[in-house]
């Protein structure tokens, strides 16, 4: 049986990377799915694959930092799915890089709004629908970045993504008691677009693979399983977590 049957999942940064693979897993697990990101044919085409397979899937354009798109993803969900019980909240930016001092507080706030503000953001609308459910699971995508470990020039990010797990711990205790689930997930290296932008030569990306135990990075359908866990039952227990899905990364110092 399908692990996700019956339900309806929102997932942000959807057109590539984690949040494509994330996307493709829950619509293949039974859930139906309201894909969100900035680019609309990419999200169509995405759409109209998990259709194809005999999936659901509804897909929406915008700026997750934009309010009214965060009250629109749920109210779509809503209306042409019944409901809400999962978010994956993933959609980021690196941002610029480079050391604090040389960088705007326009830069700055680029990264803590499309990383963080869009998570109160998306929590401000979910979590209503889910209690309307009497239960649900939100996730946020966060990093080892700022948790585990400090990268040189990625203040704005880490600070950002860090944020994440905060709003994490506080969600999940207000929410516990009406039986919603909120967890942070936190890979490693990964291979994405995003992560070809920070790793952009051989020398960087063998030096990345380095840093993780596992030697190697991770590809967006083994971070997909990850968030697949944190959405589904096999977790009931599993709330507040910051839950390190890192190829050793951080343990690492080989």
């Given at each position: 049986m399908?692990?996700l049957a019956n339900?309806?999942?929102?997932?942000?940064?959807?057109?590539?990377?984690i949040?494509?693979?994330?996307?493709?897993l829950f619509?293949?697990?039974?859930?139906?799915?309201v894909?969100?990101a900035?680019r609309q044919?990419e999200?169509d085409?995405?759409?109209d694959?998990?259709?194809a397979?005999?999936?659901?899937?509804l897909?929406?354009a915008g700026?997750v930092?934009?309010?009214?798109f965060a009250?629109?993803?749920?109210?779509?969900?809503?209306?042409?799915?019944?409901?809400?019980?999962?978010a994956?909240?993933?959609a980021?930016?690196?941002?610029?890089?480079g050391?604090?001092?040389?960088m705007?507080?326009?830069?700055w706030?680029?990264?803590?709004?499309?990383?963080?503000?869009?998570?109160?953001?998306?929590?401000k609308?979910q979590l209503?629908?889910?209690?309307?459910r009497?239960?649900?699971?939100?996730?946020?995508?966060?990093?080892?970045?700022?948790?585990t470990?400090?990268?040189?020039?990625?203040?704005?990010?880490?600070?950002?993504k860090?944020?994440l797990?905060?709003?994490?711990?506080?969600?999940a205790?207000?929410?516990g008691?009406q039986?919603?689930?909120?967890?942070?997930?936190l890979p490693g290296?990964?291979?994405?677009?995003a992560?070809?932008?920070f790793?952009?030569?051989?020398e960087?990306?063998?030096?990345v693979?380095?840093?993780h135990?596992l030697?190697?990075?991770?590809?967006?359908d083994?971070?997909?399983?990850?968030?697949?866990?944190?959405?589904?039952?096999?977790?009931?227990?599993?709330?507040?977590s910051?839950?390190?899905v890192d190829g050793?990364v951080?343990?690492?110092r080989?």
């Amino acid at each position: 049986m399908n692990i996700l049957a019956n339900k309806v999942a929102i997932v942000t940064g959807a057109s590539t990377g984690i949040g494509y693979a994330t996307a493709k897993l829950f619509a293949k697990e039974g859930a139906a799915v309201v894909v969100a990101a900035r680019r609309q044919t990419e999200l169509d085409d995405l759409a109209d694959s998990i259709n194809a397979e005999g999936g659901r899937a509804l897909a929406l354009a915008g700026d997750v930092g934009d309010e009214a798109f965060a009250k629109a993803l749920v109210d779509k969900a809503v209306s042409h799915f019944g409901g809400l019980d999962i978010a994956f909240n993933n959609a980021a930016i690196l941002g610029a890089m480079g050391p604090v001092s040389e960088m705007s507080q326009t830069d700055w706030n680029q990264v803590i709004a499309t990383n963080l503000t869009s998570a109160f953001l998306a929590a401000k609308y979910q979590l209503p629908a889910m209690e309307a459910r009497k239960g649900g699971s939100l996730i946020f995508t966060s990093t080892f970045v700022g948790y585990t470990a400090g990268m040189p020039g990625m203040a704005a990010y880490a600070a950002s993504k860090a944020g994440l797990i905060g709003l994490t711990q506080v969600l999940a205790t207000e929410h516990g008691p009406q039986n919603i689930r909120v967890n942070a997930l936190l890979p490693g290296g990964t291979d994405t677009a995003a992560g070809r932008e920070f790793a952009n030569t051989p020398e960087a990306l063998a030096f990345v693979r380095n840093l993780h135990a596992l030697k190697r990075m991770a590809t967006p359908d083994e971070i997909a399983q990850s968030a697949l866990y944190l959405a589904s039952d096999a977790s009931s227990f599993t709330t507040g977590s910051a839950m390190l899905v890192d190829g050793g990364v951080s343990i690492n110092r080989v």
